[in-house]
């Protein structure tokens, strides 16, 4: 059973920048992908990024390009998104997921194991 815990969100000015963490347990995670997502009160689950646990390769929603960096830290089964530039439009909670395999995906529907998501709120 994969297990998601993010953390790192909280209260930030407009321009500031936080690091989120989204540990993983439960199984090895070899052949799998891990996204970041996000959601807006009133609006749907957004992708923002998406890594691949074999070989680190990434890939970004347009949104999610030039201010945030997807990374991964094997040894501690932790994968990271770096938000850099924040804006008061990026307040939401964020949630990691999981989806099994190597194909990317933008679908919240093709992930399958979600954590309980972190509040980020941006002050302007």
């Known amino acids: 059973q994969v297990q998601l815990v993010e953390s790192g969100g909280g209260l930030v000015q407009a321009g500031g920048s936080l690091r989120l963490s989204c540990a993983a347990s439960?199984?090895?995670?070899?052949?799998?992908?891990i996204g970041w997502f996000r959601q807006a009160p009133g609006k749907d689950r957004e992708f923002i990024a998406a890594?691949?646990?074999?070989?680190?390769?990434?890939y970004y929603a347009d949104s999610g390009q030039g201010r945030f960096t997807i990374s991964r830290d094997t040894a501690k089964t932790t994968v990271y998104l770096q938000m850099n530039s924040l804006k008061p439009e990026d307040t939401a909670v964020y949630y990691c997921?999981?989806?099994?395999?190597?194909?990317?995906?933008?679908?919240?529907?093709?992930?399958?194991?979600w954590g309980q998501g972190t509040q980020v709120t941006v002050s302007s």
């Open positions: 997921a999981s989806r099994y395999g190597s194909i990317w995906s933008l679908s919240k529907n093709e992930y399958d194991n």
């Open positions: 439960g199984r090895t995670f070899s052949n799998f992908i």
């Open positions: 890594i691949r646990w074999s070989g680190g390769s990434r």
